[in-house]
């Protein structure tokens, strides 16, 4: 009998990014020698303090990917990219952007967890009925309306080619066009 290899997420994202050996593709964690020289033994402890701040336990696909790139972003700038750029923000990134647009109260039961590096916001909900992960325009987290369902959980995201067109679509269109011509 033949044995199958499981992977953990983080390994399927290096396979997804081809091991970020492509110039244009890399990723990188928290770590920067001048302000966070001790980020390898506090990407932990930072974990603990944004779970403490929310009301629903964070998902462990999440803390299997903050673990690695926490503080830091994934970057995919090649002609057939993956998916968008995407930070994972450290709880002080998370508060100063709850103080800039009231996320907290906006979306009590959800989290921001990242950003395309610019003016759109990754969030992760779980209400009970329309879990996953979202991206809206940071200015538009208010309203529902513009809030797009990407994934229904990180390793889906990471995983799910269909997962990757829909956020591909939304992120280059503002919409699910059904294809993105690739």
């Known amino acids: 009998m033949e044995k199958i290899a499981i992977m953990n997420l983080v390994e399927r994202i290096n396979l997804l990014f081809g091991g970020f050996q492509d110039e244009m593709c890399r990723a990188c964690d928290g770590y920067n020698p001048h302000w ?7 990407v932990e402890t930072e974990l ?3 779970r403490d701040h ?3 336990p964070l998902p462990e696909d999440y803390c299997e990917i903050f673990r ?4 830091g972003r994934i970057e995919d700038k090649r002609p057939n990219w993956v998916i968008p750029e995407m930070s994972f923000w450290t709880w002080d990134d998370m508060k100063d952007f709850d103080a800039t647009v009231g996320f907290f ?8 967890f990242g950003d395309d590096i610019g003016d759109v916001v990754y969030f992760y909900v779980d209400d009970g009925t329309d879990t996953g992960i979202y991206m809206a325009e940071k200015s538009m987290t208010f309203d529902r309306d513009f809030w797009y369902k990407i994934a229904g959980s990180f390793t889906e995201l990471f995983t799910s080619t269909e997962a990757q067109r829909l956020f591909r679509n939304f992120y280059r269109y503002g919409c699910d066009k059904g294809t993105d011509g690739r």
């Open 105 to 112: 109260e906006d979306c009590p039961n959800g989290f921001p």
């Open 36 to 42: 966070r020289p001790n980020w390898k033994d506090e």
């Open 68 to 71: 690695k790139f926490g503080g």
């Open 54 to 56: 929310f009301p629903v």
């Open 48 to 50: 603990n303090v944004i």
